[in-house]
């Protein structure tokens, strides 16, 4: 998947949706199902003594949702856009946007670069 951690996203589908961008807590599953700010929040009941709660009460959590009802947010845009991959003239890959070709950050190394694999 595309999106990472730290990425805004629009929320397009769900009881959250709407066209404020918020940011993605964390990337589960390969990038299967994503943990977004304030999306899908459900509260916790804990005891006495919890780490993040010690006096005890209810926590508010935010579950994972499936990562194909989200949109990455593009700045330039200002809107929800769909993430291609380019390649650079050095070898390497990098995340554009699909509405108007901006550059939004780098997928990974060159191959070059990467451990040649053992033979054995």
């Known amino acids: 998947m595309k999106i990472r951690e730290g990425d805004l996203v629009v929320v397009i ?57 989200v949109l990455f947010y593009c700045g330039h845009c200002a809107r929800g856009v769909r993430l291609g991959v380019k390649y650079t003239d050095d070898g390497g890959k990098v995340r554009v946007c699909k509405k108007c070709e901006t550059s939004v950050g780098t997928v990974g190394g060159r191959k070059a670069n990467r451990p040649a694999a053992v033979s054995g």
């Open 13 to 69: 589908a769900g009881e959250d949706k709407g066209p404020s961008p918020r940011r993605v807590v964390q990337v589960l599953d390969g990038g299967k199902k994503i943990r977004v700010e304030g999306v899908h929040q459900v509260k916790k009941h804990v005891r006495r003594g919890h780490p993040k709660s010690p006096q005890g009460g209810q926590l508010e959590i935010d579950l994972p949702i499936d990562s194909s009802n």
